[in-house]
């Protein structure tokens, strides 16, 4: 049978309406053809369950037995969503009613017509509109399944995104957490994540997005630190070609990159003053303007913004806007410290120490009793960034074992508070790494090192003598938010 040909299900209980609706297709029967004839809304859902796949459904609006008209229309879309539905009924005041049409739709009919007028015997009413309808019905059942696909690849691709990043922990606190992302998510409203730096407000800004309605869109990251005071106009609204001396073409902003979908405001405390009040104007009226041009640019926009500092004390000394805090605070979450979801460290150990492992092609190794005790009683001032990085010196320091040896050493790696132990940190002979390996986790212990003891990264950029670009550039590099 030709893999083009018109499945169609007729659900019809006169014998007389069944002999014209197949006699108006018989001269069509290369292109169509009805596989299965019932009288009933139970068989017409016992057919499509079983019997299927079928293109189009032709349904009498009035048939035998309880189930019929809208009931029958939309418990037959749930069982297949792309079947296309095409109702005819004998009700001839109903060609014209408008209600009755939009019930129809509404239920999931594709297109409703008549039987009547009767002086018609052999033939459907309107037969050349019906063929038309039930041909261009299958062509809209096949876009239906293409669209099912494309949607059900995307589904597969987030899971595979939320997958590769989860949120990790079962403790009262992180559960709470993951309870405020589910509630937030249904909504659009903004949300302000407030945590102490490598606690994770990224990754929950982006279980929030990849949750919404939203999830199909861009999720956008903005690093308001990384940018420079006089650039962070340009890469949040954009310009037009010749709005200003080197503006050879037209860019868009991050904010026209993010519409219809999110994005993340991340150390939004950094954003200048004079920035912050167009960031207001772009929260209040969904409107930007580009620099060059005088119209306003309409988005749709939802703003997660997150930091690490109290926003309150920056508005005591004017250097935060209070009502652009109020537009970002909607909705809240607090990003947990490690020391305050202690139940967690072995289920994010033994995480990372799995995806290092996995990187490395290597077996995973023992954790001893005295090792666990030294990880679970430390107080992780860096929070989850600095333990997953000590679970990478771990795995790469050990043999087959991790001993309270090789998390002195990790630990030592990372919590100490000299530049001699960094320039001199503790080496084994058991495990004598390439040049490459160790210049690029020295210069990741350093980073880690200065970023600690600075306030903000702008502040560490500037400490290591790099411009924030490169400094945000080669912290990506190294592996570090």
């Known amino acids: 049978m030709d893999n083009d040909q018109i499945r169609v299900l007729l659900i019809e209980d006169e014998e007389y309406d069944v002999r014209r609706i197949q006699s108006t297709i018989y001269p069509f029967r290369e292109r169509i053809s009805i596989k299965d004839i019932v009288s009933t809304g139970e068989d017409a859902l016992n057919a499509v369950d079983k019997k299927g796949p079928f293109d189009v459904a032709i349904l009498d609006y009035q048939i035998s037995g309880g189930l019929y008209g809208e009931r029958l229309i939309k418990r037959m879309k749930i069982a297949d969503p792309s079947l296309q539905i095409i109702v005819i009924t004998k009700m001839t005041i109903n060609q014209t009613d408008l209600h009755f049409a939009n019930?129809?739709?509404?239920?999931?009919?594709?297109?409703?017509?008549?039987?009547?007028?009767s002086d018609i015997e052999d033939f459907i009413y309107q037969p050349t509109d019906f063929i038309l309808t039930i041909m261009n019905a299958a062509e809209?059942?096949?876009?239906?399944?293409?669209?099912?696909?494309?949607?059900?690849?995307?589904?597969?691709?987030?899971?595979?995104?939320?997958?590769?990043?989860?949120l990790l922990g079962n403790s009262p606190i992180i559960l709470k957490v993951k309870e405020h992302i589910e509630r937030y998510a249904a909504t659009s409203a903004n949300v302000l994540i407030s945590g102490e730096s490598g606690s994770g407000k990224e990754l929950i800004a982006r279980n929030i997005h990849y949750q919404s309605a939203r999830k199909y869109e861009n999720f956008v990251t903005v690093n308001c630190a990384a940018i420079p005071d006089e650039l962070i106009e340009s890469e949040l609204f954009g310009f037009v070609?010749?709005?200003?001396?080197?503006?050879?073409?037209?860019?868009?902003?991050?904010?026209?990159?993010?519409?219809?979908?999110?994005?993340?405001?991340?150390?939004?405390?950094?954003?200048?003053?004079?920035?912050?009040?167009?960031?207001?104007?772009?929260?209040?009226?969904?409107?930007?303007?580009?620099?060059?041009?005088?119209?306003?640019?309409?988005?749709?926009?939802?703003?997660?913004?997150?930091?690490?500092?109290?926003?309150?004390?920056?508005?005591?000394?004017?250097h935060f806007r209070e009502d652009l805090y109020y537009r970002l605070n909607i909705l809240r979450i607090q990003a947990p410290a490690v020391r305050e979801r202690t139940e967690d460290i072995r289920l994010l150990i033994d995480y990372f120490v799995g995806h290092h492992c996995r990187d490395l092609s290597i077996t995973i190794p023992k954790i001893t009793d005295s090792a666990w005790k030294i990880l679970e009683l430390f107080h992780w001032p860096g929070n989850v960034r600095q333990l997953k990085n000590v679970v990478q010196r771990m795995v790469i320091l050990c043999n087959d074992r991790i001993t309270k040896d090789v998390v002195h050493m990790a630990l030592d790696l990372q919590g100490q508070d000299s530049i001699s132990s960094l320039v001199n940190p503790v080496f084994s002979t058991e495990n004598i790494l390439p040049?490459?390996?160790?210049?690029?986790?020295?210069?990741?212990?350093?980073?880690?090192?200065?970023?600690?003891?600075?306030?903000?990264?702008t502040e560490a950029a500037g400490k290591l003598g790099l411009a924030p670009p490169n400094f945000h550039r080669m912290c990506k590099e190294l592996g570090l938010k």
């Open 140 to 166: 809209k059942r096949k876009l239906e399944e293409d669209r099912l696909k494309s949607q059900n690849r995307l589904d597969r691709k987030i899971d595979r995104i939320v997958q590769e990043r989860p």
């Open 103 to 117: 019930q129809m739709m509404e239920s999931g009919a594709y297109w409703f017509g008549t039987k009547y007028p």
């Open 435 to 457: 040049l490459k390996d160790v210049e690029q986790s020295f210069r990741r212990q350093y980073f880690e090192f200065v970023r600690q003891h600075c306030k903000t990264d």
């Open 241 to 318: 070609k010749g709005a200003f001396t080197g503006a050879k073409e037209d860019k868009l902003g991050l904010f026209e990159q993010a519409n219809s979908g999110t994005i993340f405001l991340d150390e939004i405390s950094e954003l200048p003053y004079q920035a912050q009040a167009k960031l207001l104007r772009v929260l209040e009226t969904g409107e930007m303007d580009k620099i060059g041009r005088k119209k306003s640019y309409k988005v749709d926009v939802r703003v997660i913004s997150a930091t690490n500092k109290n926003l309150k004390d920056l508005m005591k000394r004017n």
